[in-house]
């Protein structure tokens, strides 16, 4: 059973920058979408930011354009997530998901319909 695996987790300062990165636990068929989630303590679960490779999107969530970006890494199947100007309320643990399948769907409109999830990684900003 592939697992997917988040790496990049830690403790920051507010306005310091964090770079997650999700990759499979063994080789794969291409990854066809992955996604972004956190879940701060006592909130529920959000998507964040997600990766279409047949549509060839990237797409962050409206409130954290300008400071997060997605993006593919150098090594295959490898998703990163960059977290700059971090704030408090960005503290939560982050999780990505995964498809190895094609969907008529974009990665917007899967929501939580993703059929891998990593452990999470847990992000903390505090001074």
């Known amino acids: 059973q592939v697992q997917f695996v988040e790496s990049g987790g830690g403790l920051v300062q507010p306005g310091g920058s964090l770079t997650l990165s999700c990759a499979p636990s063994r080789n794969t068929p291409d990854v066809e979408t992955l996604a972004w989630f956190r879940r701060a303590s006592g909130e529920a679960r959000e998507a964040i930011a997600c990766f279409d490779r047949r549509a060839g999107s990237r797409v962050i969530l409206d409130s954290l354009k300008g400071r997060f970006s997605i993006s593919t890494g150098d090594t295959r199947n490898t998703v990163h997530l960059q977290m700059n100007n971090l704030r408090p309320e960005d503290t939560a643990t982050y999780y990505c998901?995964?498809?190895?399948?094609?969907?008529?769907?974009?990665?917007?409109?899967?929501?939580?319909?993703?059929?891998?999830w990593g452990q999470g990684t847990q992000v903390t900003v505090s001074a």
């Open positions: 998901a995964a498809n190895l399948m094609p969907s008529h769907y974009t990665c917007q409109e899967l929501g939580e319909d993703y059929a891998y």
